[in-house]
């Protein structure tokens, strides 16, 4: 090893995989899913009427797709690159 070379910051040597990012805009797939999840089971065990179902889920798809209109904003990972 040459004396003269620096030394990385060990984040910096990692690759992108190994990293994992704290931003919450990666948490929201999963957020959703479990949400839309959560009413589908409602809705099977006749909690939620059909129109209040049918009105979540819409709401649930609007939100994810602006999750996905919002995506590039992170500062944090290469999607916004």
């Known amino acids: 090893m040459d004396p003269n070379e620096e030394k990385k910051p060990a984040e910096q040597t990692k690759s992108p ?3 994992k990012c704290a931003c919450f805009c990666h948490k929201m797939p999963g ?3 479990v949400l839309i999840g959560v009413a589908i089971l409602l809705r099977a065990l006749s909690v939620l ?3 209040a179902f049918w009105v979540t ?3 649930l798809v609007i ?3 602006l999750q996905c209109m919002t995506r590039g904003v ?5 999607a916004s690159a």
């Open 31 to 33: 957020v959703f899913v």
């Open 17 to 19: 995989e190994a990293r």
């Open 63 to 65: 939100l994810i797709g």
């Open 57 to 59: 889920i819409a709401v």
């Open 74 to 78: 992170c500062k944090c990972c290469s």
């Open 49 to 51: 009427g059909s129109t």
